[in-house]
Nanobody, 124 residues
Framework: QVQLVESGGGLVQAGGSLRLSCAAS????????MAWFRQAPGKEREFVAA????????YSANSVKGRFTISRDNAKNTVYLQMNSLEPEDTAVYYC?????????????????WGRGTQVTVSS
């Protein structure tokens, strides 16, 4: 089992920045590929960004490219999502996910473990 706990969400004005963190415990963190997804009210959960187990490969949704950056620190068992130039459309609950064998980084079904989420609200 892997336990994931997100933090860093909050209320921010459009154009502002937030840094989300996801702390992992349980099995060896460096064995897992990690990702961030988000879900807005009335919408399906959507892919935001992912990073391979080594940190050597990253993937981002087109909607956040150039604004959001995913990174990880395997020594701290933590994955981060730096969010800049936030827009009201980024308002959602953000979830951290972990998967050991990923065929498709963009699909929620590939991830075995999920956190409970952290709310991000961007005001206009």
């Amino acid at each position: 089992q892997v336990q994931l706990v997100e933090s860093g969400g909050g209320l921010v004005q459009a154009g502002g920045s937030l840094r989300l963190s996801c702390a992992a415990s349980g099995r060896t963190f460096s064995n897992y590929n990690m990702a961030w997804f988000r879900q807005a009210p009335g919408k399906e959960r959507e892919f935001v960004a992912a990073i391979s187990w080594s940190g050597g490969s990253t993937y981002s949704a087109n909607s956040v490219k150039g604004r959001f950056t995913i990174s990880r620190d395997n020594a701290k068992n933590t994955v981060y999502l730096q969010m800049n130039s936030l827009e009201p459309e980024d308002t959602a609950v953000y979830y951290c996910a972990a998967g050991s064998r990923i065929n498709n980084y963009y699909a929620p079904s590939g991830y075995n473990y999920w956190g409970r989420g952290t709310q991000v609200t961007v005001s206009s």
